[in-house]
């Protein structure tokens, strides 16, 4: 049931422990008031009568004054106590204690007012080095001594204008050679809110030995208060150096508390200040000082036990110390000081239930709950009697320092067994993390070298795509200048079949150039190798053309293709030829995919921008495809089993040249309802525009154009940087580069930094803008969920102790849709706990660093997460290249039944005329064979793409090649005016092999 397998037995020994070693320190603690012999001589009725006692001061030591003849609301002086009519006292004081409740002449004593003491001492023998030492009276009082003023604490008078309030110990020598001595004591209170009169005792006795009993007694003083000034110093370090700890925090304050009361309690007595100086000032202090100590106990209790302690209670002690503490500096004395009793009950229920917490922590199970228990206990005890001491239900002097002793060394033990466990967890997580990081190396050796192999395959890829469309651009021109030149006569009239038939074979020849400048198109982007001629364009024209253009693709679907451009809309900036490629290829991917409706283009202005829609009716496109279909040789549907062909490219090249004229593009759609999408120009800073144009542009927004979206749709990827209408909160950290060191081709690397203290996102990106990493920031949760759906960052730094969501809540979230190796997550939070790691990874986390981290392990974190990351990505890369076989397989199907339609067309009109020896068959025989050329290219492509190139080597003869060539070319250059040279049958040349 309790920690620690303590049980009641174990509890019960502790507590033993705990108690003998306070009653120990009690005992010898000079601290506490000491009572006289039971036979020594005591005060009767006002009379100290030693001439019968044999009581010697010098051996016996001091006698206490426990009474005094008392007259209410008189100042008298010994002259006026001779007349017989202050003969008799109103009462008799006990000593020390307080006059509430005495007769007076005006009725019973209030806690606030004056009266006169008598004490009357009869000596066996005539005084010698005799004095008394008198307590903190309160609130003012002066000593007359056989007639004369030998001592004036303050000023007393009859009322608190003319009284002067200063409390403290004091001794006071009395006159020499006396046998008796009449001691009256005026005393006026207008400021304590205990009452008139003490809370200490007096003693009478010999000045040497009060004199060596104050010694002591300011010895042990200064011994307390230096022990709570270290104390309370080396607490608020430890803080400082760990500062989610805030218990250490409100221990030091309340040590402090401690030693600043005890300090201004006993002030005048440690420095020997004779006067009321600084009374008002050390006064104030104290009271602050007392005020705050029930709050930081409450703050203390329920730091060390948060799930164990009222929040409410926490709240109600903190309202009850402010309004005590803000009462010190805006009221006087005498009107503050009486709340003092609420302020005494609630901190007593205070440290009742803190007690009651405690002790549920240890049902509970909490670690080292008994122990602390036990010290707390003890402290309360001693709380609780300093006040019954101040109040006078028991004599006992401060032992509220004595306790804290305790109390301060059973901390300082339960500190130091945290910091031993903190080590060894550390030790353990070091020992556990660096075994990780030797295995981390070794997989980012291995994939280092991966990487290096993927890059040189992709290398060689691209060239050998570029190289084998610039060979197969050679024979489609023949194929597709041959079709061309006998549809238009060049040998002679032909029928309506033929004609139908040579159309087939351009219109193949025409798809598979399309499809070699695409990957030629893919090459030089890949390489930069692009430069746009920019001009001012008119919009509408161009897509006027390009529909047009793409009208036979839509064949006998029901289909409608609209330009709904305003012909007043501004010119844009942009290369025609390439604004023309990006347009079919958005067009002709709408035809494609949309068997019947409409396919619409539209176009409005905002602000230095043209925004373009090419809308659709067709079969859409999921959510989870808006990022892949922009990549290369990627489709939504990528199965051999797809009802849609093509390569996936014409969406990559789109955005690439959208994004070389400095737009963006994003789409909006929905499955089986159709697709929008979208990019923009830059206006050109020349080109019509009139106030038509601008009415049309301002209506379209109005009625909701299509045209008229965020600047961002859900999933669009945005190159130009972020998606507008963001929150600045997101934007690249300034000073920061927003570009990274990776390059080959590699990309950016940006992290998230989520953290809701701006000075530590600042830290963080500091860090960060060390190696170039482009930064984004997010201030809560909330904020980096919403830059998540726009936008997907490499790695995320995260915090944990967050408003509105936990950084565990957001790292669930995130995980729910991404996967640890797609978006590493590194938690840095100030929580160094063995738990807070657990629930950290437990939540979906990559990594954890605890505040405050070194920017060296911080980048060196990111890096090697980053690298992971890119790794992943390039094992997908590698399984990317694996399927561009079967990729490469679908584009050499491709070729296959166009090549195919070819030859077959040819061979058929060939066959046809083959009876009359005419040229059409000759031609027909020409195109057969490039159409086989072409084929056996395409087969190639496959043994490249499957690694089963080899060459065959044989014999040729250059004179039969070279005929052969010229005999290709010889119509397409006699088109062109060009008379091939012929080739000499004389002509010896060799065999090469």
Same mark, same amino acid.
Request: hydrophobic letters at 45%; glycine letters at 8%.
């Given at each position: 049931?309790?920690?620690?397998?303590?049980?009641?037995?174990?509890?019960?020994?502790?507590?033993?422990?705990?108690?003998?070693?306070?009653?120990?320190?009690?005992?010898?603690?000079?601290?506490?008031?000491?009572?006289?012999?039971?036979?020594?001589?005591?005060?009767?009725?006002?009379?100290?009568?030693?001439?019968?006692?044999?009581?010697?001061?010098?051996?016996?030591?001091?006698?206490?004054?426990?009474?005094?003849?008392?007259?209410?609301?008189?100042?008298?002086?010994?002259?006026?106590?001779?007349?017989?009519?202050?003969?008799?006292?109103?009462?008799?004081?006990?000593?020390?204690?307080?006059?509430?409740?005495?007769?007076?002449?005006?009725?019973?004593?209030?806690?606030?007012?004056?009266?006169?003491?008598?004490?009357?001492?009869?000596?066996?023998?005539?005084?010698?080095?005799?004095?008394?030492?008198?307590?903190?009276?309160?609130?003012?009082?002066?000593?007359?001594?056989?007639?004369?003023?030998?001592?004036?604490?303050?000023?007393?008078?009859?009322?608190?204008?003319?009284?002067?309030?200063?409390?403290?110990?004091?001794?006071?020598?009395?006159?020499?050679?006396?046998?008796?001595?009449?001691?009256?004591?005026?005393?006026?209170?207008?400021?304590?809110?205990?009452?008139?009169?003490?809370?200490?005792?007096?003693?009478?006795?010999?000045?040497?030995?009060?004199?060596?009993?104050?010694?002591?007694?300011?010895?042990?003083?200064?011994?307390?208060?230096?022990?709570?000034?270290?104390?309370?110093?080396?607490?608020?370090?430890?803080?400082?150096?760990?500062?989610?700890?805030?218990?250490?925090?409100?221990?030091?304050?309340?040590?402090?508390?401690?030693?600043?009361?005890?300090?201004?309690?006993?002030?005048?007595?440690?420095?020997?200040?004779?006067?009321?100086?600084?009374?008002?000032?050390?006064?104030?202090?104290?009271?602050?000082?007392?005020?705050?100590?029930?709050?930081?106990?409450?703050?203390?209790?329920?730091?060390?036990?948060?799930?164990?302690?009222?929040?409410?209670?926490?709240?109600?002690?903190?309202?009850?110390?402010?309004?005590?503490?803000?009462?010190?500096?805006?009221?006087?004395?005498?009107?503050?000081?009486?709340?003092?009793?609420?302020?005494?009950?609630?901190?007593?229920?205070?440290?009742?239930?803190?007690?009651?917490?405690?002790?549920?922590?240890?049902?509970?199970?909490?670690?080292?709950?008994?122990?602390?228990?036990?010290?707390?206990?003890?402290?309360?005890?001693?709380?609780?009697?300093?006040?019954?001491?101040?109040?006078?239900?028991?004599?006992?002097?401060?032992?509220?320092?004595?306790?804290?002793?305790?109390?301060?060394?059973?901390?300082?033990?339960?500190?130091?067994?945290?910091?031993?466990?903190?080590?060894?967890?550390?030790?353990?997580?070091?020992?556990?993390?660096?075994?990780?990081?030797?295995?981390?190396?070794?997989?980012?050796?291995?994939?280092?070298?991966?990487?290096?192999?993927?890059?040189?395959?992709?290398?060689?890829?691209?060239?050998?795509?570029?190289?084998?469309?610039?060979?197969?651009?050679?024979?489609?021109?023949?194929?597709?200048?041959?079709?061309?030149?006998?549809?238009?006569?060049?040998?002679?009239?032909?029928? =309506?079949?033929?004609?139908?038939?040579?159309?087939?074979?351009?219109?193949?020849?025409?798809?598979?150039?399309?499809?070699?400048?695409?990957?030629?198109?893919?090459?030089?982007?890949?390489?930069?190798?692009?430069?746009?001629?920019?001009?001012?364009?008119?919009?509408?024209?161009?897509?006027?053309?390009?529909?047009?253009?793409?009208?036979?693709?839509?064949?006998?679907?029901?289909?409608?293709?609209?330009?709904?451009?305003?012909?007043?809309?501004?010119?844009?900036?942009?290369?025609?030829?390439?604004?023309?490629?990006?347009?079919?290829?958005?067009?002709?991917?709408?035809?494609?995919?949309?068997?019947?409706?409409?396919?619409?283009?539209?176009?409005?202005?905002?602000?230095?921008?043209?925004?373009?829609?090419?809308?659709?009716?067709?079969?859409?496109?999921?959510?989870?495809?808006?990022?892949?279909?922009?990549?290369?040789?990627?489709?939504?549907?990528?199965?051999?089993? =797809?009802?849609?062909?093509?390569?996936?490219?014409?969406?990559?090249?789109?955005?690439?040249?959208?994004?070389?004229?400095?737009?963006?593009?994003?789409?909006?759609?929905?499955?089986?309802?159709?697709?929008?999408?979208?990019?923009?120009?830059?206006?050109?800073?020349?080109?019509?525009?009139?106030?038509?144009?601008?009415?049309?542009?301002?209506?379209?927004?109005?009625?909701?154009?299509?045209?008229?979206?965020?600047?961002?749709?859900?999933?669009?990827?945005?190159?130009?940087?972020?998606?507008?209408?963001?929150?600045?909160?997101?934007?690249?950290?300034?000073?920061?580069?927003?570009?990274?060191?990776?390059?080959?081709?590699?990309?950016?690397?940006?992290?998230?930094?989520?953290?809701?203290?701006?000075?530590?996102?600042?830290?963080?990106?500091?860090?960060?803008?060390?190696?170039?990493?482009?930064?984004?920031?997010?201030?809560?949760?909330?904020?980096?969920?919403?830059?998540?759906?726009?936008?997907?960052?490499?790695?995320?730094?995260?915090?944990?102790?967050?408003?509105?969501?936990?950084?565990?809540?957001?790292? =669930?979230?995130?995980?729910?849709?991404?996967?640890?190796?797609?978006?590493?997550?590194?938690?840095?939070?100030?929580?160094?706990?063995?738990?807070?790691?657990?629930?950290?990874?437990?939540?979906?986390?990559?990594?954890?660093?605890?505040?405050?981290?070194?920017?060296?392990?911080?980048?060196?974190?990111?890096?090697?997460?980053?690298?992971?990351?890119?790794?992943?990505?390039?094992?997908?890369?590698?399984?990317?290249?694996?399927?561009?076989?079967?990729?490469?397989?679908?584009?050499?199907?491709?070729?296959?039944? @166009?090549?195919?339609?070819?030859?077959?067309?040819?061979?058929?009109?060939?066959?046809?005329?083959?009876?009359?020896?005419?040229?059409?068959?000759?031609?027909?025989?020409?195109?057969?064979?490039?159409?086989?050329?072409?084929?056996?290219?395409?087969?190639?492509?496959?043994?490249?793409?499957?690694?089963?190139?080899?060459?065959?080597?044989?014999?040729?003869?250059?004179?039969?090649?070279?005929?052969?060539?010229?005999?290709?070319?010889?119509?397409?250059?006699?088109? =062109?005016?060009?008379?091939?040279?012929?080739?000499?049958?004389?002509?010896?040349?060799?065999?090469? @092999?």
């Amino acid at each position: 049931m309790f920690s620690e397998a303590l049980g009641i037995a174990g509890f019960w020994a502790h507590f033993k422990f705990g108690a003998i070693a306070f009653v120990a320190a009690l005992a010898a603690s000079p601290l506490v008031g000491v009572e006289a012999a039971q036979d020594s001589p005591a005060v009767v009725q006002g009379v100290l009568d030693l001439r019968q006692s044999d009581w010697n001061f010098d051996t016996d030591g001091t006698l206490p004054i426990n009474e005094w003849a008392f007259y209410g609301s008189r100042l008298l002086d010994s002259a006026q106590l001779q007349d017989p009519e202050n003969r008799k006292p109103d009462a008799w004081m006990r000593w020390p204690g307080f006059w509430q409740g005495l007769p007076s002449p005006e009725g019973e004593m209030k806690r606030f007012g004056f009266a006169t003491l008598h004490l009357t001492v009869l000596l066996p023998e005539p005084s010698n080095g005799l004095a008394i030492k008198m307590g903190r009276v309160y609130s003012a009082y002066r000593m007359i001594v056989n007639g004369k003023i030998v001592a004036e604490i303050g000023t007393a008078g009859a009322d608190a204008r003319s009284t002067i309030a200063n409390t403290r110990e004091v001794l006071i020598p009395l006159p020499d050679g006396a046998e008796t001595f009449d001691i009256v004591l005026n005393v006026s209170n207008f400021t304590k809110w205990l009452g008139g009169g003490t809370s200490y005792g007096s003693v009478f006795g010999s000045r040497d030995q009060i004199l060596q009993s104050d010694l002591v007694y300011e010895r042990y003083i200064w011994l307390y208060a230096g022990m709570l000034l270290i104390l309370g110093l080396y607490h608020l370090g430890l803080f400082a150096l760990r500062r989610n700890d805030r218990s250490t925090l409100w221990f030091a304050l309340l040590t402090l508390s401690l030693f600043f009361r005890l300090l201004t309690q006993f002030y005048p007595f440690l420095f020997g200040i004779a006067d009321g100086k600084y009374y008002e000032i050390a006064s104030d202090i104290n009271w602050f000082a007392a005020y705050v100590m029930m709050p930081l106990i409450a703050l203390y209790v329920s730091s060390v036990l948060p799930d164990d302690y009222s929040r409410t209670v926490r709240a109600t002690m903190l309202v009850i110390g402010f309004v005590g503490c803000a009462s010190i500096f805006v009221l006087p004395e005498s009107v503050f000081s009486r709340g003092v009793e609420v302020y005494i009950i609630a901190g007593l229920l205070m440290l009742a239930y803190s007690n009651y917490a405690v002790a549920r922590a240890i049902v509970r199970g909490r670690k080292q709950s008994v122990l602390f228990f036990i010290a707390f206990f003890i402290f309360c005890s001693t709380i609780v009697i300093s006040l019954m001491d101040v109040t006078q239900l028991v004599n006992t002097r401060e032992l509220m320092p004595l306790g804290f002793v305790v109390f301060i060394a059973v901390q300082a033990f339960l500190l130091s067994q945290r910091f031993s466990r903190s080590f060894s967890d550390v030790e353990t997580l070091s020992g556990e993390l660096t075994a990780k990081n030797a295995h981390l190396e070794n997989i980012s050796a291995e994939l280092a070298a991966n990487n290096d192999r993927l890059e040189r395959l992709d290398k060689i890829k691209d060239q050998f795509l570029a190289n084998t469309s610039h060979e197969l651009r050679t024979p489609l021109n023949g194929i597709i200048g041959l079709t061309e030149s006998l549809r238009a006569g060049a040998k002679g009239p032909v029928s =309506r079949q033929v004609d139908g038939t040579l159309e087939m074979i351009a219109s193949s020849g025409r798809r598979l150039a399309t499809l070699v400048n695409d990957i030629l198109d893919a090459s030089k982007l890949r390489n930069s190798d692009i430069i746009l001629s920019r001009r001012a364009v008119d919009l509408h024209e161009v897509v006027e053309v390009v529909l047009q253009v793409s009208q036979p693709l839509v064949g006998p679907k029901p289909l409608l293709l609209s330009n709904r451009v305003p012909v007043s809309l501004r010119m844009v900036e942009a290369d025609e030829n390439r604004l023309q490629q990006i347009l079919q290829n958005l067009i002709g991917n709408a035809i494609k995919f949309t068997p019947s409706g409409q396919v619409d283009v539209s176009a409005c202005e905002k602000g230095q921008e043209v925004v373009v829609c090419v809308s659709d009716t067709g079969i859409g496109i999921p959510k989870d495809k808006y990022e892949t279909i922009f990549e290369s040789f990627e489709q939504v549907d990528a199965s051999t089993e =797809r009802e849609f062909g093509g390569t996936g490219l014409g969406l990559s090249i789109t955005r690439n040249l959208i994004e070389l004229h400095g737009g963006r593009i994003w789409l909006n759609s929905t499955v089986d309802k159709g697709s929008e999408f979208f990019f923009t120009l830059p206006v050109a800073s020349t080109g019509r525009v009139s106030g038509s144009g601008q009415n049309r542009s301002a209506k379209a927004l109005q009625d909701n154009d299509p045209c008229e979206l965020p600047a961002v749709a859900s999933g669009g990827r945005v190159r130009g940087g972020p998606p507008a209408g963001l929150s600045a909160t997101f934007q690249a950290v300034e000073g920061v580069a927003a570009h990274s060191k990776m390059t080959d081709g590699q990309a950016e690397t940006s992290i998230l930094v989520v953290d809701d203290d701006e000075i530590n996102r600042h830290v963080v990106s500091n860090f960060l803008g060390l190696e170039d990493y482009e930064v984004f920031e997010a201030s809560d949760g909330v904020q980096a969920l919403e830059f998540l759906e726009n936008s997907r960052p490499d790695v995320i730094l995260l915090d944990i102790m967050m408003p509105k969501l936990n950084g565990y809540e957001v790292c =669930r979230q995130i995980r729910a849709r991404t996967e640890q190796s797609q978006m590493p997550i590194i938690f840095l939070s100030a929580k160094d706990r063995t738990e807070d790691l657990v629930v950290g990874f437990e939540s979906g986390g990559n990594d954890y660093l605890s505040k405050p981290v070194s920017g060296p392990e911080l980048l060196a974190r990111v890096s090697t997460h980053a690298k992971l990351m890119r790794a992943q990505e390039d094992v997908l890369k590698l399984e990317k290249l694996a399927a561009i076989g079967n990729v490469t397989a679908g584009i050499v199907h491709d070729f296959k039944n @166009s090549i195919g339609v070819i030859k077959g067309y040819a061979e058929m009109i060939a066959e046809d005329n083959a009876d009359a020896q005419s040229e059409s068959a000759e031609f027909a025989m020409t195109i057969a064979s490039e159409a086989d050329r072409i084929s056996s290219m395409a087969y190639e492509i496959l043994a490249f793409a499957r690694g089963e190139t080899s060459l065959a080597v044989d014999k040729l003869s250059v004179a039969d090649f070279v005929a052969e060539f010229l005999k290709a070319i010889e119509l397409p250059l006699g088109q =062109r005016g060009v008379i091939p040279v012929a080739l000499t049958t004389d002509l010896s040349l060799p065999i090469l @092999s």
